[in-house]
């Protein structure tokens, strides 16, 4: 797996949640994280929000973001545990219409090898919706840098081989009505 070279990057819109009860603008720590890491890779940063720990605003967030046509992904932090309060992955599969297993075993791998056990209390979670990407990485800024640094930038990188998400975006409503926008 490495980055073909011969192929142009194309940069990905990506909308970033911040889900957190106690964190505001000011003091969100998490979410600055993947604007920059996102930024830096050379993506567009096309949405930023923050939102308490509350299903329906999860999801309202998330519908809004869906229905946007120049919003193809959609990263979350925050909300992943196993507390009451925790119910980002509870919101983000109730708007899948496909979810992608393998990234929240991939994340839990990687983590597993910085924080051992305590990495089964995250619920990171990864599905499709209206041809938008929707990630859920837990809340701190470490979970952040490991789920962009080490499956992210690669997967929304065109160039990066074998395969990837980004060359799937414009497959992902086949056979369905093509969003207007």
């Given at each position: 797996m490495a980055v073909d070279e011969s192929r142009a990057f194309k940069p990905v819109n990506i909308?970033?949640?911040t889900v957190s009860d106690t964190r505001g603008e000011a003091d969100d720590r998490s979410g600055?994280?993947?604007v920059e890491r996102l930024q830096a890779a050379g993506?567009?940063?096309a949405g930023?929000?923050?939102v308490t720990d509350d299903a329906e605003k999860i999801v309202e967030q998330?519908?809004?973001w869906i229905?946007?046509?120049?919003?193809?992904?959609v990263i979350a932090t925050g909300g992943t545990g196993v507390t009451g309060r925790d119910v980002t992955p509870e919101a983000f599969e109730s708007v899948y219409e496909k979810k992608i297993d393998g990234f929240?075993?991939?994340f839990?791998?990687?983590?597993?090898q910085k924080i051992g056990t305590s990495t089964i209390q995250s619920r990171a979670t990864a599905g499709v919706s209206n041809g938008t990407y929707l990630f859920a990485l837990p809340g701190s800024p470490g979970a952040c840098r490991d789920g962009w640094d080490e499956i992210l930038k690669h997967q929304l990188d065109i160039r990066f081989r074998p395969c990837n998400f980004a060359e799937l975006l414009p497959r992902l409503n086949e056979g369905k009505m093509p969003r207007s926008g």
């Open positions: 909308a970033v949640l600055p994280v993947l993506h567009h940063l930023r929000a923050i998330l519908e809004k229905a946007d046509p120049k919003i193809e992904v929240g075993e991939m839990r791998f990687i983590s597993f």
